[in-house]
């Protein structure tokens, strides 16, 4: 029998300090998450600077925990792993300089990820991927669609060309006044709608599986200013029920389209909004529909976390990839393929 | 007793080994080079020319503070971590304070100034006693010219110290005339052995995991969020 390898992931993109130890590429041994939000929440969204100031305070206590409650030592692991990009660069630069010095102290090699690998790769501790497979990656940052062939393999077939859907979520629960983070919240209320606004739904061109999301955006801040100029006062809850409906119908309408025209084995969604209740069951069923196996990690693996940087992590260090001490953060990081 | 030392407060970069009071090993470099490049690779490399290995590091001095957010942050990031992965003690030492011991031969007040931006600059004044730096001015983050006033006061002949200084070296001139001296090139360098001579005169060694920056400045949303708050009362 071959020997267990333990891989360390730790991520600081954003508000997130993390850190995780993951067994052969799958199975999660501990991950920790210590967020940021009630500390951001008064400033009304992340401030970068603040992030990277609790960054500093959490991260040697978060690894910590992460090897205690796995309840091993540094000489157990075989690499570690740290989200390079993208992301808020002063964030990221905690992460990526603990895990250099961890690295150096304990001589293991040390490996930069993509953070949206990492989200894909957040699959692959819940079921094992097949190829090839198609990703929607739905978050605060990103709404891209990628296809994989194989393990390392990142084609992007579409992406936003303005607004990513967690922003665009974001914008409009600040319309309705809620407090951050408001996305979750305006699923919420879509959910306990029985009525809901009719908002245009962004196709773009035929053939194109790209995304727009501020032209709703501000159809819905249109729609709130023509209604209160005559003095009337908006319905929350059908107001976001119409946002959500038409953010999700188009997410599964173009991802469907893309799993047929693909041939794909697999899809799987992931990120942050990947966590959206509407989302999930639009996704669930159009796929039931069509037969095409799908899945969708569970919420606390669709938020950031480290131990979907440790499993993309693995896939890296089995296929050669390592990084030098000279690595910086890269806020615009492009997904590269590594095999 | 095998000292490593890491000063990356500011835009110079400065590692250090000291072993038993010898300097084995000092980089120091005032290329505007980003400390995520730079920082790690030359702890290992001051590592690998000194012939030594992690896990022989007794002790970790680091620059805390003040100066640039994220220099500062890198600094103290690569030495928590080291220090609490191989189990020893962990000191942070002022940034002014160790710029400041370049001037400790000086027969009067050492002033070292980082650059904050705006006409704001952190300083902290001191004066060497025997061997000792004694602070006259707490290190602090305030407008250039509130600092020459103070230092007008004192009445006595202050050395500058610090890269930044020359950015400054006309209204330092016009506010302390005669008084003021400016230190020459080679004393602006900040060195990580300075870093472990103050932290082996230090009483206690950090708390690794609660150890963070000493930025000497709040955020700007921080502030704003507080000039809300009084608005409101
Ligand atoms: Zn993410």
Partial sequence: MEKDQYILGIETSCDETAASIVKNGTEIISSIVSSQIQQQKQFGGVVPEIASRLHVEQITLVIQEALNEAKLVPSDLVAVTVTEGPGLVGALLIGINAAKAFAFANQLPLIGVHHIAGHVYANQLIHEMEFPLLALIVSGGHTELVVMKSHGSFELIGETRDDAAGEAYDKVARVLGLPYPGGPQVDQLALMSDESIDFPRAWLEKDSYDFSFSGLKSAVINYKHNIEQKGGKINHDHVAAGFQQSVVEVLTVKTVKAAKEYDVKQVIAAGGVAANQGLRKSLTAAFEKEGIPFYVPPISLCTDNAAMIAAAGYEMWKSGVRSDSSMNGRPGMPLKSWN | ?233
Avoid at chain 2, 39 to 64: L, N, W, Y
Avoid at chain 2, 212 to 219: A, D, F, G
């Fill in chain 2, 1 to 233: 007793m095998i000292w490593l030392g890491i000063d990356t407060a500011n835009s110079p970069l400065s590692v250090a080994i000291v072993k038993d009071d010898v300097v084995l090993i000092e980089e120091s470099s005032m290329m505007k080079i980003n400390h995520s490049l730079r920082a790690m690779p030359a702890v290992e490399e001051a590592c690998r020319k000194a012939d030594i290995t992690p896990s022989e590091i007794d002790a970790i001095a680091v620059s805390e503070g003040p100066g640039s957010y994220t220099g500062v942050r890198i600094g103290v990031t690569i030495a928590k971590t080291l220090a609490w992965t191989l189990d020893k003690p962990l000191y942070g030492v002022s940034s002014l304070k160790a710029l400041a011991l370049n001037g400790q031969l000086f027969n009067g007040l050492v002033c070292s100034v980082i650059d904050a931006r705006r006409s704001n600059v952190y300083a902290g004044v001191y004066r060497a006693k025997g061997t000792e730096l004694v602070s006259v001015l707490e290190d602090q983050h305030c407008p250039v010219v509130q600092l020459l006033e103070k230092l007008k006061e004192c009445e006595e002949a202050v050395l500058f110290v610090g890269e930044d200084v020359k950015l400054y070296e006309s209204i330092i001139r016009e506010h302390l005339g005669k008084q003021a001296y400016i230190a020459p090139f080679a004393l602006n360098v900040p060195r990580a052995s300075s870093a472990i001579s103050l932290a082996q005169s230090a009483n206690q060694p950090e708390i690794v995991h609660t150890f963070t920056p000493q930025y000497k400045r709040i955020t700007e949303a921080e502030a704003n969020l507080m000039k809300k708050g009084s608005s409101h009362e």
